[in-house]
């Protein structure tokens, strides 16, 4: 039996699966970090409310936030629900960023009236990988990224409308998520993000993930009271 | 028993020379990689498809595959095959396609509607861009009905453009689609047929489903990742033309050895 545990303990672990949700109903917003803008949590959801009169073309012109999480998303999926105003009429645009090295180097996701659009950007440039044309609904749409690799598939309301892949050498490999609004006359809403994949998991999204440093700071506040 | 006898000697005949026809098999290739493109055979471009020697082999290309990926294979998929004689590349496309839309676009935006296209790379550089040997030929269902000595050609990208290539095309409705036989002239790309030439190649697939813009795009290279193919040769597969022995078409022999066996 014992020699049994030892060859258990010997064979190499099976990487899991694991799996992040933040649905917003817990009014906060912590976990998340504010780049630029103007970002309130409100009914669910996670609201960028400035308006962006121009289609950004770099990220320093784009309202966005970024998930601090412990873990970086490598191959998994990431998926979330997109609420445009009604008065916007389809003139909205917003971004899901994924595999993000630091706040200016990564991908990002475009669902704007004339269909997805994915970027890389490269110190905050969003490049533009491929334009497909798809059908975005003018309110709401759900939409799912995979990611496997140098493929990157792209669901918009449970069909499979895009499938790109990026062969460079300087690809990115992983990173965190992020979301943002590049063009907007009206608050855009972004509901329910779920990440799933290899080494994800379900920290607290109301405590600083990144420990280095803030330890004290919790302990001093926990004395303090 | 004579009777008997004349019969299988008669199948032992059929056999034979289908034998002598082609090889039992032609290597199939990879799919998204390389094509062997098996010739001296002939093509009669009348979108029948029964002179395409049965050896010949299908790269099926399903719904998944491309940058804009269809539902399912009954919405956009599509087959290929190719074979040459010492003028021209023929190539059919047999297309799994539920709503047929033509007509919206033509010519050189043909791609947004129905359309198959062929892109060749004669030296088989894959150069980043294209150079005086490299085209896109595209197809569109809108010429069922049409010359086919003369089709509608879109691919104007490049010094050598689809419609100025000679390409000429069949196209015909079917009860699963549309299907395509085409036949591109070896000498507009400089190609001189020999066993083991290569040559850059690739095929895509545009459905359009509802008008307005292209709905689903399929793509046969793997290296053409983000439909790129109509600027850049380097993300082309391959094709390897292989020279089959003895290659006769079998169509109207059989008559011919029947009698020559009652006589």
Redesign the interface.
């Known amino acids: 039996m014992r020699g049994l545990i030892c060859l258990l303990l010997l064979l190499p672990l099976p990487a899991f699966a694991g799996l992040f949700i933040d649905d917003f109903e817990d009014g906060d917003d912590f976990g998340w970090r504010v780049v630029r803008g103007e970002w309130k949590v409100e009914g669910g959801a996670y609201v960028s409310a400035n308006p962006i009169p121009n289609a950004a073309r770099n990220l320093s012109q784009v309202s966005y936030t970024m998930l601090q999480s412990p873990w970086r998303i490598k191959d998994g999926a990431v998926e979330l629900s997109i609420r445009f105003d009604e008065r916007a009429e389809g003139g909205d645009e917003a971004l899901l960023l994924y595999r993000m090295e630091d706040d200016e180097n990564g991908y990002a996701l475009k669902i704007w009236k004339e269909g997805l659009t994915i970027y890389k950007i490269v110190v905050g440039n969003l490049i533009t990988i491929r334009m497909e044309p798809s059908v975005v609904k003018p309110t709401v749409n759900h939409v799912k990224l995979e990611l496997e690799g140098m493929w990157m598939k792209v669901h918009l309301n449970g069909v499979l409308r895009m499938r790109i892949g990026d062969p460079e050498k300087s690809r990115y490999e992983e990173g965190r998520i992020g979301l943002g609004v590049p063009k907007a006359k009206f608050p855009v809403r972004f509901e329910e993000v779920r990440v799933e994949g290899e080494g994800i998991y379900q920290f607290r999204v109301n405590m600083p993930v990144e420990a280095k440093g803030k330890l004290p700071l919790l302990w001093g506040e926990i004395k303090g009271r | 028993m004579r009777k008997g006898f004349s019969i299988v000697f008669v199948l032992i005949a059929i056999f034979a020379i289908h034998s002598m026809a082609f090889p039992a098999k032609i290597d199939p290739g990879k799919l998204g990689v390389i094509y062997y493109c098996a010739f001296p055979v002939t093509i009669t471009l009348d979108g029948k498809f029964d002179d395409w020697p049965s050896v010949v082999p299908w790269h099926k290309v399903p719904h ?1 595959r ?4 269809a ?1 399912d294979d009954n919405d956009a998929s599509y087959e290929f095959a190719c074979v040459a004689d010492e003028n021209y590349l023929y190539v059919a496309f047999k297309v799994r396609d539920d709503k047929k839309v033509v007509g919206e676009d033509t010519g050189c935006n043909v791609w947004k509607d129905d359309s198959v296209e062929v892109y060749i790379d004669g030296g088989n550089e894959k150069a980043n861009s294209y150079d005086a040997n490299d085209s896109q030929v595209t197809i569109g269902r809108d010429n069922v009905g049409g010359d086919p000595e003369h089709p509608k050609l879109g691919g104007c990208v490049g010094q050598l453009q689809g419609p100025n290539t000679g390409t000429k095309a069949f196209v015909v409705d079917t009860d699963y689609g549309w299907a395509v036989e085409a036949a591109l002239p070896l000498e507009t790309w400089g190609i001189e047929l020999r066993d083991g030439l290569v040559i850059g190649f690739n095929t895509h697939l545009n459905d359009d489903d509802d008008k ?4 689903h ?1 399929l793509i046969w290279s793997e ?1 053409d ?3 790129t193919s109509w600027k850049d040769p380097s993300v082309f597969g391959e094709l390897k033309f292989v020279e089959v022995k003895l290659a006769v078409s079998p169509r109207d022999k059989l008559a011919t050895v029947w009698g020559a066996l009652k006589r």
């Open positions: 998944d491309g940058t804009q990926p539902p307005g813009p292209r709905d795009k290296k990742v983000a439909d």
